[in-house]
């Protein structure tokens, strides 16, 4: 349920690590569909007090966290559940004969899988394997800078600034060379920015992390205190001039297209000619700068950038970048930084849970094909045709209805919605993987740093040519779902269509309140605040009359405040301009997904099961989506790095909106839940 980003296509060490019958109720497979499952809530708690934890309590106190975890929710135990399924499957391929066959994906998969999971091996070699990219980078003369950015950009990682091709914005049949900033070792520019008691904790495990790195790597304690003070340094710099979070949502801003010789012009202390050549594009025509003042700031920086300090931080960033391919030294002050200052988990996830997400991400749909065959049956797919169709009728209904939208923009939104493309399950053609050899002599980090060369290439080949509008963005096995605004399109991969998120077991309510509400999201995605601006072709145009955006405008404004005004920890309230188009989504899913469930009964008496009613049944179902334990840490993290609500907001601000809901519960004014009609904010 993220929107799918086409600014930067940076492949990254790290980024691998880091996953019919239109109207037919979904009930026909089950002859006695069941109801809510009791044990998920908190009967000592009134829906009209605190919905969410009348509606999750009692799966939150039967699910405590554990020390892996620093959130744990019905998501993430889906997301065990499909690594548990991976990881039978992955593990079984090493008894099948393609896995002594070289070439074959089942080679590959498998023994990529094998190297991970040899800490023996992994700890023997220690720094060994990283040392190559340092002592080129650390005897590269200074004529050569240009050339290891880009040698750094074609398989380790972003430093400087970042570069990838993806879909013209304006033009989304074609892809472009898109031009952007570069990335922070602590992700988001307010921790280096902004003064408070977390983050100065949060630096100082910073600073013990760069020079535990650094050490490890042979650095002695003088040059361990040289980096840190030279990368806090320009990191700092960099967050200064970086765009904010609410900034990088407006898209008209990150579309800046450029002829190089404007690039030349504008940006001349960066050698472009050279650099296009050495990332494999020699004749680059033009490019789109994503981040203008922040390239603005780098061309004026760069000059003041000493040998030394440009040095220190590229080395830090190769070595950071493959810590996780490296010992459990390594891997340890990995997580001590990230893992247990930043989000508050307790021990490290076993080592077949990061083994398995690298073979898993570099042969995503090699993996998914396997995934696919064993677990997806096909009337999971046949059943979601006919409910997707039943959820754009019904938003086709909500924007007829409309009184803030003139004709002539709904006329428009109506063409928009009859064009999305729908993908789901898994793609009709499978990625091709044979460019990527796996050989198990090499060591880990080696192979995986070349399968990263691959997808540069593969990503730059890109260029020019004309998009692959069948291509996906997310692997079958992946638990979750997306709207690309380019595309135009929805996808829901296979393994999100899994109970509690998908049931032919349960009944018609439960499942328009789960599932349904996740496809009515992505549907109101292509009508959110980033959304709304792509045309029905997945092109950036102004499509809206002025007074009806000035309306919408006013709707989100309302609606961020709503969400500006929840304390999510003492002191930290939610950003409701960052996590404004997933607020959107969440509140348009809910809407559609009642509508849709309505039409699909045709006027039938609709069923009371286990003393609840179908209204009810639907509510309880979206609320038991976002069921989840999480800790302090990680709600503050999440503040800052994540684009969706936590789940006490994503349920509790959305239902609130919503008189259906109301009227469900028999929630009435002086309720802690209720909103008076004229707060209300309802957009789609």
């Known amino acids: 349920m993220n929107p799918n980003s086409n600014d930067i296509y940076q492949m990254k060490f790290k980024?691998?690590?880091?996953?019919?019958?239109?109207?037919?109720?979904?009930m026909a497979f089950s002859a006695s569909p069941h109801g809510i499952d009791r044990a998920n809530l908190d009967l000592s708690v009134s829906p009209g007090t605190d919905f969410y934890q009348y509606a999750c309590g009692g799966w939150m106190k039967n699910n405590p966290l554990t020390p892996e975890f620093s959130r744990y929710g019905t998501f993430d135990m889906l997301r065990e559940r499909a690594k548990v399924q991976l990881r039978d499957l992955i593990t079984n391929l090493s008894q099948t004969p393609e896995a002594s066959q070289k070439g074959t994906n089942a080679q590959k998969v498998n023994d990529l899988f094998q190297l991970g999971m040899d800490s023996v091996r992994l700890n023997k070699e220690g720094a060994a394997p990283v040392m190559p990219f340092v002592n080129k980078i650390n005897n590269a003369t200074p004529e050569e800078f240009i050339d290891l950015i880009a040698w750094m950009h074609n398989g380790i990682t972003g430093v400087f600034f970042g570069t990838g091709v993806g879909s013209d914005m304006k033009n989304s049949d074609r892809n472009i060379m898109y031009v952007g900033e570069t990335g922070l070792g602590l992700g988001d520019r307010d921790y280096y920015l902004e003064k408070s008691e977390e983050n100065d904790k949060i630096l100082a495990a910073y600073e013990k992390y760069v020079k535990t790195v650094m050490g490890l790597i042979g650095y002695d304690e003088k040059a361990c205190q040289r980096v840190w003070e030279n990368v806090i340094k320009l990191e700092t710099e960099f967050a200064r001039h970086k765009m904010t979070r609410e900034e990088r949502r407006n898209p008209d801003s990150r579309y800046n297209m450029m002829s190089l010789s404007e690039l030349k012009s504008k940006y001349p202390n960066i050698d472009w000619d050279r650099y296009f050549k050495q990332i494999g594009a020699p004749d680059l025509p033009q490019a789109n700068v994503s981040s203008l003042g922040f390239m603005q700031f780098l061309n004026e920086y760069l000059p003041s950038i000493s040998e030394q300090e440009k040095k220190d931080y590229m080395v830090f960033m190769a070595v950071a970048d493959s810590s996780g391919l490296l010992s459990d030294a390594f891997t340890d002050a990995d997580f001590e930084l990230y893992d247990r200052v930043m989000s508050g988990k307790e021990e490290k996830e076993p080592r077949w849970k990061t083994a398995m997400a690298l073979p898993n991400s570099v042969f995503g749909e090699a993996v998914g094909e396997l995934y696919v065959n064993k677990y997806f049956p096909e009337q999971n797919k046949t059943y979601m045709v006919g409910l997707v169709e039943n959820l754009r009728k019904a938003l086709d209904k909500h924007i007829d209805n409309l009184a803030w939208m003139s004709d002539e923009t709904k006329a428009k939104a109506h063409e928009k919605l009859a064009s999305f493309k729908v993908k789901?399950?898994?793609?009709?053609?499978?990625?091709?993987?044979?460019?990527?050899?796996?050989?198990?002599?090499?060591?880990?980090?080696?192979?995986?740093?070349?399968?990263?060369?691959?997808?540069?290439?593969?990503?730059?080949?890109?260029?020019?040519?004309?998009v692959d509008k069948t291509e996906w963005h997310m692997t079958p096995q992946t638990v979750n779902a997306y709207y690309s605004p380019v595309s135009n399109e929805i996808c829901f991969p296979a393994a999100i269509l899994q109970a509690p998120y998908f049931d032919l077991t349960a009944d018609d309510a439960q499942n328009y309140g789960a599932i349904g509400v996740v496809i009515g999201h992505e549907m109101t995605h292509g009508f959110d605040d980033q959304g709304r601006k792509y045309d029905k072709n997945g092109n950036l145009s102004d499509w809206w009359l002025p007074s009806d955006s000035e309306k919408f405008k006013a709707l989100a404004d309302s609606l961020v405040a709503q969400f500006n005004a929840e304390e999510v920890l003492p002191g930290l309230h939610a950003n409701g301009r960052y996590t404004l188009g997933e607020n959107i989504a969440d509140q348009g899913g809910l809407r559609v997904a009642m509508t849709a469930y309505l039409d699909s009964r045709?006027?039938?008496?609709?069923?009371?099961?286990?003393?609840?009613?179908?209204?009810?049944?639907?509510?309880?179902?979206?609320?038991?989506?976002?069921?989840?334990?999480?800790?302090?840490?990680?709600?503050?993290?999440?503040?800052?790095?994540?684009?969706?609500?936590?789940?006490?907001?994503?349920?509790?601000?959305?239902?609130?909106?919503?008189?259906?809901f109301f009227e469900a519960f028999g929630i009435k004014e002086g309720d802690a839940m209720y909103r008076p009609e004229q707060e209300r904010v309802v957009i789609w």
């Open 15 to 26: 980024r691998f690590l880091a996953g019919v019958c239109a109207g037919l109720p979904l």
């Open 602 to 660: 045709d006027g039938e008496e609709l069923p009371v099961i286990d003393g609840f009613t179908a209204q009810q049944r639907f509510y309880l179902a979206y609320a038991n989506l976002w069921a989840n334990n999480i800790r302090d840490e990680e709600i503050r993290s999440r503040t800052k790095s994540d684009p969706h609500s936590i789940g006490r907001l994503r349920t509790n601000v959305s239902v609130r909106n919503l008189a259906p």
């Open 424 to 466: 789901i399950g898994y793609p009709d053609k499978w990625k091709d993987y044979s460019g990527i050899d796996i050989d198990p002599e090499k060591s880990y980090l080696e192979n995986v740093y070349n399968a990263s060369v691959w997808y540069h290439k593969d990503n730059i080949s890109k260029l020019d040519k004309p």
